[in-house]
């Protein structure tokens, strides 16, 4: 069974810093799964955040964490990593890790269960 | 790139609820769906505009042959009740990836 596990949320005041992680089991954590970040602020839609291949090679990100958030992944530790720095209040919300279906596909087949960033003085 | 999406829809029982999304050039794009109860996580449910994963029933349906694409569900029942997000995915564009507004699903 394919499981993704995100942790690291918390409450933190603005322009701190937090890392997250998401830990995948049940399936190949390689370079054949792309994985994505995607956030959802209380009572608000879904956001994508940042993504990267499966090798780790290329990553992208929305352009309201450009230049703050940094996405990494350790493929022999089964791990994807978001490390937000420079935190703002609009940065609260359940950030999900997500999984993309294979290689050149664009839908994500699986999800985390989410956890909970919670940016305030 | 946005994609639009009504922000509210709502259907009988044992009707059919039609859910739109609106963005430039759309048929362009494989379009892809989602649903999430409250408190869940996402969950795929129509993928490159009509396909299924195994387990989401037949009830479930997408097409995007002209704008808007537009998931739809027929036969609602009360656990459909929830909101749902297309999105799609262009390699080429920053960002890459982009979901719609959202529409929350009422069954009456």
């Known amino acids: 069974e394919v499981q993704l596990l995100e942790s690291g949320g918390g409450l933190v005041q603005p322009g701190g810093s937090l890392k997250l992680s998401c830990a995948a089991s049940?399936?190949?954590?390689?370079?054949?799964?792309?994985m994505s970040w995607v956030r959802q602020a209380p009572g608000r839609g879904l956001e994508w955040v940042s993504g990267?291949?499966?090798?780790?090679?290329?990553?992208s990100y929305a352009a309201s964490v450009k230049g703050r958030f940094t996405v990494s992944r350790d493929n022999s530790k089964n791990t994807l990593i978001l490390q937000m720095r420079s935190l703002r209040l609009e940065d609260t919300a359940t950030y999900f890790c997500a999984r993309k279906a294979g290689w050149g596909r664009g839908y994500y087949d699986e999800w985390g269960q989410g956890t909970l960033v919670i940016v305030s003085s | 790139y946005v994609l639009t999406q009504p922000p509210s829809v709502s259907v009988a029982p044992g009707q059919t609820a039609t859910i739109t999304c609106h963005g430039d050039n759309i048929a362009t794009y494989n379009v892809h769906w989602y649903q999430q109860r409250p408190g869940r996580a996402p969950v795929l449910v129509v993928h490159d505009d009509d396909d299924r994963p195994s387990g989401i029933p037949e009830r479930f349906s997408g097409s995007n042959s002209g704008s808007p694409a537009t998931l739809t569900i027929s036969r609602v029942e009360a656990g459909d009740e929830a909101d749902y997000f297309c999105q799609v995915w262009d390699r080429t564009r920053d960002p890459p990836d982009v979901f719609g507004t959202g529409t929350m699903l009422t069954v009456l």
């Open positions: 049940g399936f190949t954590f390689s370079i054949d799964y792309a």
């Open positions: 990267i291949t499966g090798s780790g090679t290329t990553t």
